[in-house]
């Protein structure tokens, strides 16, 4: 009974609710000033985008005084990521348990040095993959970087934090380290340009290796001026080299196995080269069944039915998982480092691999690349898609995860195991996500696949405009080929009365598919409008031609001629319509009205 008299006594007093009210308010007061700074770390977070593991600066080397020219990357910054050594600083390779257990670097990679000594500015170490084993950019210990032209969506990976750096405009260029598509991809997904050299062709000393004979270092930018002028410096290229002719090769069985509709990819690569002086007309090839014939090592690999594509993407990662072995297995069973699931998993594959024809992965990379070399020689290049998949949504499943991985690497394995440049172009967007498009040259070619990117951009982009200011109506339907949109679009301005524009837009459609009689039929009808009677009859001419029961081109081949005075053959054509329809009421008019004429 006094306990609980004295708790109502201290209920009941005055100065214990000062106390109570005194303690809440500053509960709330902290509460609030928590809240304020989480949201303010975020703010931060989002000017970044997260790109950024640390920030620093590394002044470029003394330039050279007046009357010197400026050197080629004077005034420019740029992002490394975390693989690239710098004196005095710890490459974490993505996980801080390699960082905490390794020590600073003696001097600074050369690919770095080379970008300092031309001019540019480095800010910074970029957010990675883990040991570069990942394509999705999602990393456990310093987050996943938002990409900025799809924010819900995964940036791509390993080299995800350059990507963005790149694409959110916080540097002029980037670069990173591309082994199974690490440059690759996170351009692709970030819609900027991506370049793997030829490997071998930019030196990797003081990079972390994943596997040498496949690791490479590649750059990121914005646009194709930049992205030449950087390569020329890393490769150390002569700035005039004989123009050549150029062979576009459309790897159209890659295409089909992209989810982006051909009319955004293929049709627009195919009007480039018609238009550019120096292209010949593109060739359409299956690259996997001519991979399949000249890579006989690929035998090893052809299990379970996979096919070529299939085959190769397996012997490259055979090749990768008992490079990375080799290279880190130590350190992986010593350290046991915490790492994100998807890594983890990659990991654990090339450590637990058991290798017996390894002489086979590096016949498979030597015979990829004399195929190539066979193939390009030295003015060809294929054009194939980036990736076969639009970007992933954050935190996908495993099983969304695992089937990304297995379209990813057949597409992503030709370049990696030949050793070839490849440079992904980005090519607007589909349902708001980027594309990426791919066009592969020779090795050794670098040069020559950088100054065709440099010469195709612009047109590539006006093709890009064409094509995503149709109404998007006509673009939902994936299936739809790029003749009939044009169609469709002629239709449109058909029936706005624009007679003219429906007739380019028909004559586009008739350019991709010559044997299509509705494409002819419907320019006929615009020529008409126009008054231009020869050429509405020798379009409804072709379009009988091609079928023979086209009511509407003998309706209209009628009224052609017979707007010229030439009433038989007028009448002939009206009949033959209503041979083929008996009940229409414009040809049964039509026939009277000449019937009275011819008589």
Known sequence: MSLNANMKLSVSNPKIWIVIGVTVAGVLILTAETRRRRLKGRCIVREDYGAFIERFQLLPFPQPPPPAAKQPLSGLTFAINDVFDVKEYVSGFGNPDWKQTHEEAGRTAVAVTTLLKNGATCVGNAVMDELSFGITGENLHYGTPTNPAMPSCIPGGSCSGSAVAVAAKLVDFAIGTDTVGGVRIPASFCGVLGFRPSHGSVSTIGVLPNSQSLDTVGIFARDPFLLNRVGHVLLQLNQVEPRRTRHIIVADDLFQLSKVPQQKTVYIISKVTEKLSGYHSPKHMNIGQYILSNVPSLKYFLQNGANSLKALSSAMLSLQRYEFKTNHEEWINTVKPRLGSDVSDSVHAAITATHENIEAYYMVRTEMRAALRSLLKDDGVIAVPTVADTPLKLNSNKALLSEFHDRAF??????????????????????????????????????????????????????????????????????????????????????????????????????????????????????????????????????????????????????????????????????????????????????????????
């Open 410 to 599: 057949p597409l992503l394995s030709i370049a990696s195991m030949s050793g070839c440049c490849q440079i992904t172009v980005p090519l607007g967007k589909h349902e708001d996500c980027p594309i990426g498009v791919s066009f592969i040259a020779n090795y050794g070619s670098d040069k020559f696949l950088l100054d065709t990117v440099l010469d195709m951009y612009e047109s590539l982009q006006v093709q890009v405009n064409a094509v995503t200011s149709l109404p998007p109506s006509l673009d939902s339907n994936g299936n739809m080929e790029a003749s009939k949109l044009w169609k469709e679009k002629g239709n449109a301005a058909y029936k706005g009365k624009q007679w003219q524009k429906a007739i380019n837009y028909y004559t586009e459609a008739v350019k991709l598919d010559e044997i299509n009689a509705t494409f002819y039929c419907n320019r006929a009808a615009a020529y008409l409008e126009l008054g231009s009677f020869q050429e509405a009859e020798e379009d409804c001419t072709k379009a009988i031609s091609l079928d023979k029961k086209n009511v509407k081109a003998y309706l209209r081949r009628g009224t052609a001629r017979e707007s010229v005075h030439r009433y038989k053959e007028a009448l002939h054509d009206f009949k033959r319509a209503l041979v083929l329809e008996p009940q229409n009421k414009a040809a049964k008019a039509a026939e009277k009205r000449l019937q009275e004429l011819v008589s």
